[in-house]
């Protein structure tokens, strides 16, 4: 199936290969469910030893550069973060050939000068949730990747410079509280995280992140601002037809964003040499020959280029 898939999509990244060009991995959130202006379309549902994606993949190209969209929630929005399968989307697009991820989600404003509309390049999580599989490892072969920086920040300048090119107003640096939902945070806990020092606030970017580090991929995220949380003293006037009204224009420039972004990572000659590409390189701690077989059976994508030196 990996083969097939590579084969068919000219310039693909081979797992094992750093040749560039890579492949741009798209995760869209809340509002995005599709990428416009693709060339050499096809939605395809990709196999994962871990279970279903949350949709097929859309392949195709931008400007010459190769592309794989998902969108998080499905089309039609049928998933919610509780029981998105982020251990199988991330593996998908590995298998897909990806090696970069842009990440698109809509989240709440946890300070006042982070207004409706724009969006934040976060380079820091606080990890709230509790119901999610985190990790690709566990019994059998076990390992520890490092998160202290959980974005890949070559990413977050092409990003940054994009989101300006596209005349939207962004914030670079922030950290997302991430809580495992469906239901939004209480007034006591919107003040707490303010307390903590977080920036802005959503459902969907952990353990999607700690995944693509164990993935070795590059994952940077767009936090697209659609209100204010709770603790705002205007939160309550808000009209449900208003927040909508945002999270479509916020689709619209995360659209624009896109476009833009893609010419610069593809002439990007230091994506190569990016650290987050070789994440596991000191991360496995279980001996060779005690290693689990079903185990490394179902990490070829994730962690194959480690498992087979």
Same mark, same amino acid.
């Given at each position: 199936m990996?083969?097939?898939?590579t084969?068919q999509?000219?310039?693909?990244y081979?797992?094992?290969n750093d040749?560039?060009?890579?492949?741009?991995?798209?995760i869209?959130?809340?509002?995005i469910?599709?990428?416009e202006?693709?060339?050499?379309?096809?939605w395809?549902?990709?196999?994962?030893?871990?279970?279903?994606?949350s949709?097929?993949?859309?392949?195709?190209e931008l400007d010459g550069?190769?592309?794989?969209?998902?969108?998080?929630?499905?089309?039609?929005h049928?998933?919610?973060?509780?029981?998105?399968?982020f251990?199988?989307?991330?593996?998908?697009?590995?298998?897909?050939?990806?090696t970069?991820?842009?990440? #698109?989600?809509? @989240?709440?404003?946890?300070?006042?000068?982070?207004?409706?509309g724009?969006f &934040?390049? $976060? =380079?820091?999580? +606080?990890d709230?949730?509790?119901?999610?599989?985190?990790?690709?490892?566990?019994?059998?072969l076990?390992?520890?990747v490092?998160?202290?920086?959980?974005?890949?920040s070559?990413?977050g300048?092409h990003?940054e410079?994009?989101?300006?090119?596209?005349?939207?107003e962004?914030?670079?640096?922030?950290?997302?509280l991430v809580?495992?939902?469906?239901?939004?945070?209480?007034?006591?806990?919107?003040?707490l995280?303010?307390?903590?020092?977080?920036?802005?606030?959503?459902?969907?970017?952990?353990?999607?992140a700690?995944?693509?580090?164990?993935?070795?991929?590059?994952?940077a995220? #767009?936090?697209m @601002?659609?209100?204010?949380?709770c603790?705002?003293?205007d939160?309550?006037? &808000?009209? $449900? =037809?208003?927040v +909508?009204?945002?999270?479509?224009?916020?689709?619209?420039?995360?659209?624009?964003?896109?476009?833009?972004a893609v010419?610069?990572?593809?002439?990007?000659s230091?994506?190569?040499?990016?650290?987050?590409?070789?994440?596991?390189?000191?991360?496995?701690?279980?001996?060779p020959e005690?290693?689990d077989?079903?185990?490394i059976?179902?990490l070829?994508?994730?962690?194959?280029?480690?498992?087979?030196?």
């Amino acid at each position: 199936m990996f083969r097939e898939l590579t084969e068919q999509t000219e310039g693909i990244y081979i797992m094992g290969n750093d040749s560039r060009p890579g492949v741009i991995g798209i995760i869209g959130g809340s509002g995005i469910y599709d990428i416009e202006g693709l060339t050499n379309t096809r939605w395809e549902h990709v196999e994962s030893p871990f279970g279903a994606t949350s949709d097929a993949l859309l392949f195709g190209e931008l400007d010459g550069q190769a592309l794989v969209f998902l969108p998080r929630h499905g089309r039609g929005h049928k998933i919610p973060p509780s029981e998105i399968n982020f251990r199988a989307n991330i593996d998908a697009l590995k298998r897909a050939g990806v090696t970069d991820v842009i990440s #698109v989600s809509a @989240v709440g404003s946890l300070r006042e000068d982070l207004r409706p509309g724009m969006f &934040v390049i $976060v =380079d820091q999580f +606080i990890d709230r949730t509790f119901a999610r599989e985190k990790s690709f490892f566990g019994s059998g072969l076990v390992a520890h990747v490092s998160m202290a920086h959980p974005v890949c920040s070559r990413l977050g300048d092409h990003l940054e410079a994009a989101v300006r090119e596209a005349g939207v107003e962004v914030a670079r640096g922030g950290t997302y509280l991430v809580m495992e939902g469906p239901q939004f945070s209480s007034l006591a806990e919107s003040k707490l995280y303010r307390s903590w020092g977080c920036d802005v606030i959503g459902m969907t970017n952990m353990p999607e992140a700690k995944l693509a580090r164990e993935a070795e991929l590059c994952y940077a995220t #767009v936090a697209m @601002v659609t209100d204010f949380d709770c603790w705002h003293p205007d939160h309550d006037s &808000v009209t $449900v =037809d208003a927040v +909508i009204k945002v999270l479509l224009e916020n689709a619209g420039k995360a659209r624009d964003t896109i476009r833009k972004a893609v010419p610069k990572l593809h002439a990007d000659s230091k994506a190569v040499s990016c650290s987050c590409r070789s994440a596991l390189a000191h991360a496995l701690v279980t001996a060779p020959e005690v290693r689990d077989p079903e185990m490394i059976k179902r990490l070829d994508a994730v962690a194959g280029r480690v498992l087979k030196s």
